[in-house]
């Protein structure tokens, strides 16, 4: 990004892509440890990883589950705000793509 983006622009994020919470936060996690010299808040757009989780507690119940809504979403943005300092160390693949041979935890080569 040094050579790219201007460090004017205090923040990058990316689109998540429907990636789940938990890929989504081992990726960003793993951007974050590499980006060592660059002033920027580097993130994604969070929608669809903190929403569906939520919507999914209420399905088939017929009625919005409130406090078990509210406890994952604070759980979710624990998650999220580790990564976005790049302090989030989720599970052995996490965030690894498939097929893409022996899966290792991303960041722990500096890739």
């Known amino acids: 990004l040094e050579q790219t983006f201007p460090v004017a ?20 996690s793993a951007i974050n440890r590499c980006n060592k010299r660059g002033p920027w808040n580097l993130s994604f757009s969070w929608s669809a990883a903190l929403q569906l989780p939520l919507l999914e507690l209420c ?29 989030w160390n989720g599970k052995e693949g996490d965030g690894c793509h498939e097929g893409a041979g022996k899966k290792r935890k991303l960041g722990d080569d500096g890739r």
């Open 9 to 28: 622009m205090k923040t990058a994020n990316y689109l998540s892509g429907g990636q789940s919470l938990k890929d989504a936060t081992a990726r960003l």
């Open 59 to 87: 399905r088939g119940k017929g009625e919005l589950q409130l406090d078990a809504m509210s406890a994952l979403y604070i759980e979710e943005l624990t998650i999220a705000s580790a990564a976005s300092k790049g302090e």
